[in-house]
Nanobody
Framework: QVNLVESGGGLVQAGGSLRLSCAAS????????MGWFRQASGKEREFVAA????????YDTDSVKGRFTISRDNAKNTVALQMNSLKPEDTAVYYC????????????????WGQGTQVTVSS
């Protein structure tokens, strides 16, 4: 059973930085794509960034371009999201997600999700 545990959320002022981390267990980490999603209050969950098993990265360009960086450490089974120049609109619960590299959908039966970590950016 895949288990994902996020950490690193908190309260930060606009312009500040946070680093989220996700520890994964119960999977062959190097064969999984890893991603970060977020859900603001009253809104649907949205994609933020992903890093493929091979290291290729994708971002939701419009919202996080140049500010967020996703990385992974296959030796430690962790994935991180470095968030800089935070804005109040980045306030949300951030979720770590995992899926086997051969699966296309994060939300299907093969996908796994963490419980989320709250990020609050004050203006």
């Amino acid at each position: 059973q895949v288990n994902l545990v996020e950490s690193g959320g908190g309260l930060v002022q606009a312009g500040g930085s946070l680093r989220l981390s996700c520890a994964a267990s119960g999977l062959t980490f190097s064969s999984y794509d890893m991603g970060w999603f977020r859900q603001a209050s009253g809104k649907e969950r949205e994609f933020v960034a992903a890093i493929r098993w091979s290291g290729g990265r994708t971002y939701d360009t419009d919202s996080v371009k140049g500010r967020f960086t996703i990385s992974r450490d296959n030796a430690k089974n962790t994935v991180a999201l470095q968030m800089n120049s935070l804005k109040p609109e980045d306030t949300a619960v951030y979720y770590c997600a995992a899926k086997p590299e051969y699966v296309s959908s994060w939300s299907g039966p093969a996908g796994s999700w963490g419980q989320g970590t709250q990020v609050t950016v004050s203006s």
